[in-house]
Nanobody, 115 residues
Framework: VQLQASGGGLVQAGGSLRLSCAASGSIFGILYMGWYRQAPGMQRELVARISNGGTTNYADSVKGRSTMSRDNAKNTVYLQINSLKPEDTAVYYC??????????WGQGTLVTVSS
């Protein structure tokens, strides 16, 4: 399984961005796909995820200003974050977990929010 992430970049505070993650390869039994992020000197943390059935979970830090969605036909998930803050600056990693607890990670995409 390969995860191809895109959509990071430099954004001004208050702006928006959309991250995309496309899964390819031998994909069976996806439990959920989502995004983690890691800021310098910090642990990697869950940002948001969406289950194969469409249930979404969000970190408190982005709840209310983020939306996860998915295109099952394309094995692609999207994360829209609005009202970006400097503290959203991090490397964002796409993640996929299967029903057999196998975990896959994308290469990471840098999001920088300028104040």
């Amino acid at each position: 399984v390969q995860l191809q992430a895109s959509g990071g970049g430099l954004v001004q505070a208050g702006g928006s961005l959309r991250l995309s993650c496309a899964a390819s390869g031998s994909i069976f039994g996806i439990l959920y796909m989502g995004w983690y992020r890691q800021a310098p000197g910090m642990q990697r943390e869950l940002v948001a995820r969406i289950s194969n059935g469409g249930t979404t979970n969000y970190a408190d830090s982005v709840k209310g200003r983020s939306t996860m969605s998915r295109d099952n036909a394309k094995n692609t998930v999207y994360l829209q974050i609005n009202s970006l803050k400097p503290e959203d600056t991090a490397v964002y990693y796409c993640h996929l977990r299967t029903n057999w607890n196998a975990n896959y990670w994308g290469q990471g995409t840098l999001v920088t929010v300028s104040s």
